[in-house]
């Protein structure tokens, strides 16, 4: 397929800048957030059917003026079924600095680790046109934060060794003070990242540091929302995928089998395998819940379509036509146009009916993003 067949116009005001939240007025005149992950709209694609769900039924299953939302998830499952969940942990990659003498205001964005011991971090630096080799910068005023470009890894790319001697997790703890939560640059342009962005954008399960964004279909999902699932039987397994910014690339090719994805560190350990082969062999469901989480399963997929144990890197890039070896679910977001995730999405739901969600999201309202609406894909 190419690439301007996933090319729609997405007005600014369908992007959601926060998560789902209900403002509140206190005695004292401020205003506060409460916010509640669970309660973003849901769309539900039925592929076999060619159906699509976007209101509660009455109970002779037609349409209510009630809005499906994330909470009716459950209704699609059922005891034995497997949501497949990535349980990265997002870190606070977004820092921002003055260079030397000049005192400009520079945007350092660390990607990851190369180095302990000699603090070597790979980033992104912006403006990039004026971060040279040999350049410093400095993170607080008169704190000890500094740190020395080494090294030009691409137009926005740079090496930085931080110039701060202490233990390696003091080292990380003062660093990681110093950021803000990483959100998309469709956001940030709009307003600051906040405090609250920090929890608002790592899923509550998150639990192996790593990612440089979050898996976004899984910030929907609240406590109180996985025990109900939890009570109904449907299990939980957890693979580990370092969300990185390739899916945020732009694809700079009109013919898609040209794009190279980033790659991505992936694990999947033993137990994971073994609540998924043992739900596939059951013939009950088996939902990816994001497309990293799809991405990851579909790198380690064996050819009887059983999971196997991974420890490495992808850079899987999913796009129609694709068969499908694992998954018979999928929940996502919507994304924006010419997007990786738009493509993988209509690779597993089917090109045709994914653009018909899409529009029906852009006329009904519906939330694109991170901190969007969600879209349930079912095979049924």
Known sequence: MKLSQFKFKLPEGKVALEPPHRVFKNEDGTVEKVYHRDECRLMVVHRKSQTIDMFEKDEEGKDTDRCLTFRNVID???????????DTKVF???LYGTKEKTDAKIEVFLLRELNRELRLWDVLVEPARKIRIGNKLFFEEDGPMVAEVIDNTTSRGRTLRFLYDCPHDEFKRELFALGSAPLPRYIIDKREATPDDMENFQTIYAKNEGAVT?????LHFSRELMKRLEIRGVNFAY??????????????????TKHKMSSEQMVINSEACKIVNA?????????AVGISTMRATETAVSTDGLLK????????FIFPPYEFGMADALITNFYQSESTMVMATAAFGGYDLIMEAYQKALDNDFKFGCYGDALLIVDD
């Not at 699609?76 to 990535?86: A, K, P, S």
């Not at 739900?279 to 939902?287: A, I, L, P, Q």
């Open 76 to 86: 699609y499952f059922d005891e034995g079924d497997t949501m497949v969940l990535n």
């Open 92 to 94: 606070p990659a977004r």
């Open 214 to 218: 979050a898996p976004a279909s899984g």
């Open 239 to 256: 693979l580990t995928v370092h969300c990185g910014l390739g899916c945020f690339d732009p694809i700079e090719v009109e013919d898609l």
């Open 279 to 287: 739900t596939k062999e059951s013939g009950h469901k088996v939902c």
């Open 309 to 316: 144990e991974y420890d490495g890197w992808t850079n899987k």
